[in-house]
Each structure stands twice: as C-alpha cells, then as structure tokens.
C-alpha cells in the first residue's frame, strides 16, 4: 500500500526551542534568566563594514616597513598626569569578585607586557590588580563598594560608572554563591548574601551635580588623574555631550555587546543599542563642541579583532576597550574543559552562567580549587599575545589604507555592506555613494 | 592656628594645604573663613587636624574625610562627609540631601535637621542627628548606626542591610524588608556612646531601634512584590 504524504514537523519561529526552553525555565524557577556576558543576539556590527585599500586615489604604506604609530594619550584636557598607552587597545573594567584574583593578576600582568592599562570593577581595588598592573584605572561606581581615598590616590585615572552597555539604566547583582570572606570584607557586607549594585550613584542626581562630584575627586587627587566618564550606549549623542559638559577628560562609550558580570538576559538583550549604533552619534557630540580629539573617546562593547579596532577608530575613537575578548584570551570557555562544560549543561564557547562560580576555567569564580587552574603567567602571555595581533592587524588595515598612525583612519576609508549599518556608521553603501539615514540623530 | 580666607585664597590652595599636613604636624588648628556655599572645601584631608568653617558650605564638604575633625558653624549642602573613612564632622546647622553617603567609618553629627537620603548606601560610618531626617533615608545602608533624635521621613531603611537605626521620634513609614527590632542592652551601650560623643542631650530608652528583616537577603519570586 502506499504511503501517504506527510507534513515534515516543522518549529515555529516565534516559539523556537529555545524560547520554548526558557518559558518552561521561567515557569519552573519563577525567575528571570542571569547570566554574563553580553547581547548574544545578531545586530548590526563591524562585521558589516569593510575598509576601502589604496589604489590610485590614496597610497598605501609598506608593510612591516614604513611606520603606522598606535600609541595614544588619554586624559588631555585637564589631568596633570594624563595616561599614555602604547596600543589604542585598553583592558576594560572587570570586578574582583566577579573575576577571580588570579584572573585579574592576568590581566594586569598581560595589559602591562602590552603596553596598556587595566581597569578595576566593582568591588573595589586588590593589591594583586594595582601590582601587577603598571597603569590601573580606577572605576568610582554607584555602589562605593571598597571606595577609599587612598585607592583613589594609588590609580592612575579615575572612571565614573554611570552606564554599561550591557545594561543601561541597571545596576550589578553578584549573587550569594560568589561572595567569600573576602569579597564580602571588601564590600562591607555579610557572607552569602545577594549583592545588588545601585543602578545610579547614591550622592549626586543629574550632570550639573557630577560637575561638582569630579570637582571633588580632582580636589582629593590633585588634579593629577584624567577623569572618565562610563556611559552605556543608549543615548549616546546627549550623554556624550552631557559627559563634557560635566568636564570629562575621556568618554568611555559602552555599546549593547559590551559584557556584564550577571544580570537579567531580558535587560542584555533588549536594552541599549549596539555598539557600531553608538559611535557616530558621540563623535558628532564631541566635534559640535569643539572637543573632538580634546576629549578622547574609548569604545567598547564586542571588539574582538585588530578590524574591529581599525573600524571604531576610523569612525572617530581615540582607543577601544576589550573585556569578554580579554577573557577569551586568558582561556575563557576553553574547549580544553568541554567536559566540564558538558556536566554543567553547556558547551565550551557558550557558557555564561559566571554568577554561579562553577567556572571549569577558574576565571569568573571565587572557588579556590578553580582558581588553581588558571596560572596568571601562562594567561598573561595569551593576553599579550592576543593584545600584539590585535594591533599588528590594526596597523596593516591602517597602511593598507595609507595611514602613518592608526588615528588617521577616517569614515571615508569604511563602506558598509548593509543599508542598516551604512544607516549607522554614517559610511556609504558599498558600491554606492549613499549614506542613508543622514539628518540628524 | 592658622586662618584661610576662602574669599582671596583659590580652593585648590585651601585644599592643598590641608591635605599636605602629615601625623605628625604642629599646625593642628585651622579656620577657613568666608565659605560662601563654596564645593568640595577640606575633602580629602588625612591629618588628625581640627578645621573650623565658619559659615555655610556647598556640595561634598568634608568629603571622604580621614582622621581630621572638620567643624562648619552653619549649614552643609548636599553629600557632607561622603564616603568619611574616619575622623568626626560636625555641622553646627541643617544638611542637605545624602548627608554620609557610603561613609565606611568616623562620626557624623548634625546638630539641625538632615535632608532625604541621609546615610544612603552607608558602610560603616555613624550618623548623628539631632533633628529630622528627610525620605529615603539609610536606603541600602549596609553598616554602622544611624541615629536620629527627630523624626524620620518616608521609606527610612529600604533595601537595608545590616545597619542599625536608632529614631526617638517618629517614622512617617518604613521601606522594603525594614522592621522594628528589639532593642538589648548592647544597643543601649552603643547609644550611650553615640549620644555622648555627639553631644546630644537624649536618653537611649527613649529610641526604637530599626534594621532588616533579612527577607531579601537572596532573591526569590515570593518576595518579588516587596521590591
């Protein structure tokens, strides 16, 4: 007899299996997914543009002969001592306490090697981050938590948190698990309990009292420290101005792809705008105020290679910040521990459940037998490694275009393969001279 | 004794002067003169010095204070003594709002009233106020002893941790997870102790003591309604 024809089952796209997955994980637990990271869904990124080589209309350099300068200076308009850094390539703010202390040892060790600066987090400054790491920024953010002044003083620049990019408007939440004796002392509080970082700062409201608030910081540190200002990429053109306007030496730009200890997947994805959105937006703030180039801009949020460099600075950034690409570097969801990956069921290259400080790669936890597994000389060295290709692939897009310093990348050396990204990134369509999109932000 | 007038000397100078005396200094008594409302005056001083300013200051004075005692013979704008490490700041009037803001350590008397949020986010620090204190006061306060010998506004201690809060007035109402606790003899010595150092004339009896239930201590959905 014959067989009669049958439908192929077919999922649905709006309930998917993994959204389908997570509804019935929310009606079990009853509450919302956390998770690190950042925003794991596909937006508009660097991947959409490409870089327009010399021929005959511009005249490339030589490579691995003729020079292409990368290093960069932050913190120009008012610190007495502002930052000078050998590579556009910075070590974002991570917290001990979300990162273990041999992690962050690594970063310090790998950043310094590189020629860079590392960034604290919440939670405070360790000796082991302020050792091994010749510069240090020092994060000022909304919780205070381990805020003194003599930490303040030890720093080499100073990053008032306002925003993150992974969570615009949220605050932090370190969850029980992680908190040991020490991460505890450090933050003045008790063993084992859930740590909500406050979404604002507790002691000033709006920009004309952070004015005030960096008044007090330069006073208590002499006016030597360039003062940043963190924003999470949400409004950039108005923040970016704002931040001016309070008298920031450097805007740290965050876009949605930028990483987070732990907070609500919800908030990840679907707050904020990525990171390519961010730029153009906040470079037009600095140059209506005469303050581009013055004000150096730092762009973060999913820089994982030497072209995602090139891009943000050739749209108008003075340096980038690396933070989950750091960790990758150090070994991060190596697949060397695709076992233990397994048994916590994930994969190597997918996990991101940090706040639970099961990390198999003993980076995003505070369990001492983990700890041991990352050894921060051997992840020092990866980093650098990391950090010197980034940089050498910087350098070649940039001669390949005709630059003798990376700086000299400009928005007319990018065309977009996308209407949306061209629309973004304020470079024409490929094959086209048309921008769409442009008129205002 | 040595007299600053902050009407010819810039901020800066004031400010470098004080915080370049070290332990051991002999010049351990300063008045700073004509504040005029002036920001961010004697911050980040770590001397043990006595500084008298004789008038009203702005925004952040006294600002992470270490060992120094720093005395103002008027009122304090918002963030007096934020982020104190140590030491003892004294104003004679009112203080505007987040008077104490994250103080990890030292002593804050405020002999007025204080405006809302004062003791936000504490760590340590221990408060003292002689009148009222504004809304949203101690929130997320997470160490050392608020005490109040006014009334408090609305949502005193929401989110708190383990801070103390000690009102002799009343309290208009209490924010998430605080409650009304016992108070044991060990508050009363603490009391004691603070109302004697704080000069305030008030029997430790006459307080209700306030601190967290400790429900929200770790998330769970039967509590989400409390936040």
Known sequence: ?441 | MQTIDLSTTPLRELNSSLQAQSENTNQTEWVITNPKGAHAIAVGLDAPIEVTVKGSTGYYCAGMNQQATVKVTGSAGPGVAENMMSGTVIIDGDASQYAGATGQGGLLVIKGNASSRCGISMKGINIVVHGNIGHMSAFMAQSGNLVVLGDAGDALGDSLYEARLFVRGNVKSLGSDCIEKEMRPEHIEILKDLLERAGADAKPEEFKRYGSARKLYNFHVDHAGAY
């Open chain 1, 1 to 441: 007899m014959e067989k009669t024809p049958q439908t192929l089952p077919r999922n649905s796209w709006t309930y998917s299996p993994e959204i389908n997955a997570e509804i019935r994980r929310a009606a079990d637990t009853g509450i919302y997914d956390i998770r690190g990271g950042g925003a794991k869904r596909r937006v508009p990124h660097f991947d959409d543009l490409l870089f327009l080589g010399a021929s005959i209309s511009r005249y490339p350099l030589e490579g691995y002969r003729e020079k292409c300068d990368t290093s960069v200076t932050l913190g120009t308009r008012f610190a007495k001592k502002p930052i000078e850094l050998k590579i556009p390539i910075t070590i974002a703010g991570m917290s001990f306490g979300a990162l273990s202390g041999p992690a962050k040892e690594a970063l310090g060790r790998g950043a310094t090697m590189a020629g860079t600066s590392t960034t604290t987090g919440d939670g405070g400054m360790t000796n082991e981050e302020r050792g091994h790491s010749e510069k240090l920024v020092y994060q000022y953010l909304p919780s205070r938590y381990g805020m003194n002044p003599d930490d303040l003083r030890r720093a080499d620049a100073i990053e008032i948190v306002v925003g993150q990019g992974a969570k615009p408007g949220g605050g932090g939440m370190l969850l029980g698990q992680k908190i040991t004796e020490r991460v505890a002392k450090m933050r003045n509080l008790p063993i084992g309990i859930d740590q909500r970082s406050a979404c604002r700062h507790p002691d000033w409201t709006g920009p004309d009292d952070l004015e005030i608030k960096i008044l007090e910081i330069r006073e208590i540190t002499n006016w030597e420290k360039p003062i940043y200002i963190k924003i999470g990429g949400a409004r950039p053109y108005y923040d970016t101005a704002l931040a001016v306007k309070a008298g920031a030496d450097v805007v740290v730009l965050d876009g949605m792809q930028g990483g987070t200890a732990a907070t609500q997947d919800v908030f990840i994805e679907n707050v904020g705008q990525p990171t390519l959105a961010c730029i153009r937006p906040a470079v037009k703030a600095l140059q209506d105020l005469g303050m581009h180039r013055k004000v150096q801009l730092v762009v973060s949020g999913g820089i994982r290679s030497g072209a995602d460099v090139a891009k943000a600075l050739a749209l108008g950034a003075d340096a980038v910040a690396i933070g989950t690409a750091a960790l990758i570097a150090l070994g991060e969801n190596d697949p060397k521990w695709a076992a233990e990956y397994d048994a916590l069921g994930v994969t190597a290259d997918s996990y991101d459940d940090w706040h639970e400080g099961k990390d198999p790669a003993g980076i995003t936890t505070q369990n001492p037998e983990l700890m041991k597994r990352l050894d921060p000389v051997e992840a020092a060295r990866k980093l650098r490694n990391f950090l010197a290709v980034m940089t050498l692939e910087c350098q070649t897009i940039a001669r390949a275009c005709g630059k003798s310093h990376v700086h000299n990348l400009e928005p007319e050396d990018l065309c977009s393969l996308t209407l949306e990204a061209a629309a973004m990134a304020g470079v024409p369509l490929a094959g086209t001279s048309w921008i769409p999109g442009q008129g205002g932000f």
